[in-house]
């Protein structure tokens, strides 16, 4: 009888010293790139992003819709660029910067106005976009960043499927 209750007590302080698998998300962080457009801030996954293009020259398409800005050729590889301005319905912008990333094993380009820096958020700080936000359709959550002001999660899937 006496082992039974020293295993029993045994698998209690085992069970208690074990690492618990339902960690608050604020210990999680994701890495976003900050990028600019018509005054405000957008992050990007990190990881989507493939580079930053700052010398281009856009060819244009017939027959897209009209936030297609037309296709650049990178070392051999056509990609349709897409003006993240036009995409919100508002006016283009000439002095841009491009981010070429990956979305479900395809690349595009987003045409920004620039591009900030590279931040760690918690992801128990990202917050659901309130419903009047015009750009809910490609933002999956805000959040407040700790220089100050607020950053918008740009959905790249939404932005290229929406």
């Known amino acids: 009888m006496r082992t039974t209750e020293q295993n029993v007590l045994l698998d209690a302080n085992a ?21 600019l457009s018509d005054g405000l801030r957008y992050g990007l996954d990190a990881g989507q992003v ?32 897409i003006d993240l301005r036009l ?14 990333v990956n979305v479900d094993n395809e690349e595009i380009s987003i045409l920004v106005d620039g591009v900030e820096k590279m931040v760690d958020v918690a ?14 359709k490609l933002v999956s959550g805000m959040c407040s960043l700790p220089t100050g002001g607020t950053m918008l999660i740009l959905d790249c899937d939404l932005l290229l499927h929406g």
């Not at 060819?59 to 056509?78: D, E, F, K």
């Not at 992801?123 to 809910?136: A, E, F, W």
């Open 87 to 100: 995409r919100l319905g508002k006016m283009p912008q000439e002095d841009s910067c491009i981010m070429v």
């Open 50 to 81: 493939v580079e930053i293009i700052t010398d281009h020259t856009i060819t244009p398409l017939p027959c897209v819709p009209g936030y297609v800005r037309g296709v650049i050729n990178l070392r051999g590889q056509i990609i349709p660029v």
């Open 123 to 136: 992801k128990g700080s990202i917050l659901p976009v309130p419903t009047q936000q015009s750009t809910q």
């Open 15 to 35: 069970q208690s010293k074990q690492p618990d698998n339902t960690a608050s998300l604020e210990g999680q962080t994701t890495k976003y790139l900050i990028c």
